[in-house]
């Protein structure tokens, strides 16, 4: 079994290690200067680990047999936005975001969205390149305004991510409970 990860911020390591290790997941040694962290994570918003719960979010079947959530596709889209207006004033996030999902509709929604947030005309596509498989296409959603310029927020499927890393993931799950307790 595997009892010591390399990759993960310390705090993220407690809830797998917690609900589905009984508490054996440790951090490699290395990993302890990353409890420092970045700006971002003294931000209640965001932190190392954060779960939101979207009130009136649903899924809904798209295109024959992806799904996608509207309304967690606009969120995840603000939250990227903040991020970056937020943190990275000189261009620390830059090639540091991804956003993942495991719905090809998903993302589609989510690089709309993404879109609209930063404008039609100052947002850049790079050609859709399949990593791993037929639904494995990564988007890259790049800001080109003096701020933000060189921005690139790869949108991508879980499978596309598949040997890839990044400093902040976002990742929409989609699926909703609509049945609250």
């Known amino acids: 079994m595997l009892n010591v990860q390399y990759r993960m ?3 993220i390591t407690k809830f797998p290690s917690e609900y589905f290790y009984e508490g054996r997941l440790v951090d490699a040694e290395n990993l302890e200067n990353r ?4 700006r971002y ?4 918003w965001f932190g190392s680990f954060h779960f939101f719960d979207l009130i009136d979010s649903k899924e809904q079947r798209a295109d024959g047999s992806s799904l996608r959530n509207v ?3 606009k969120f995840v889209a603000f939250l990227v936005k903040e991020l970056i207006s937020r943190y990275s004033q000189r261009g620390e996030l830059r090639s540091k975001i991804a956003v993942l999902t495991p719905y090809r509709q998903q993302r589609n929604e989510i690089v709309s969205f993404l879109k609209k947030l930063v404008g039609e005309q100052a947002t ?3 050609s859709s390149q399949s990593l791993s498989g037929p639904h494995a296409v990564s988007e890259s959603v790049e800001r080109r305004d003096p701020e933000t310029r060189g921005y690139n927020i790869d ?3 879980v499978d596309s991510c598949q040997g890839q890393e990044r400093d902040i993931i ?6 909703a409970n609509t049945r609250c307790p």
Request: net charge negative; hydrophobic share 35%.
């Open 155 to 157: 949108v991508m499927t």
């Open 9 to 11: 911020h310390p705090e």
């Open 170 to 175: 976002i990742f929409s799950c989609v699926r």
């Open 124 to 126: 850049g596509f790079s």
């Open 35 to 38: 409890r420092e962290g970045e």
């Open 41 to 44: 994570q003294a931000d209640p």
């Open 71 to 73: 309304i967690e596709a």
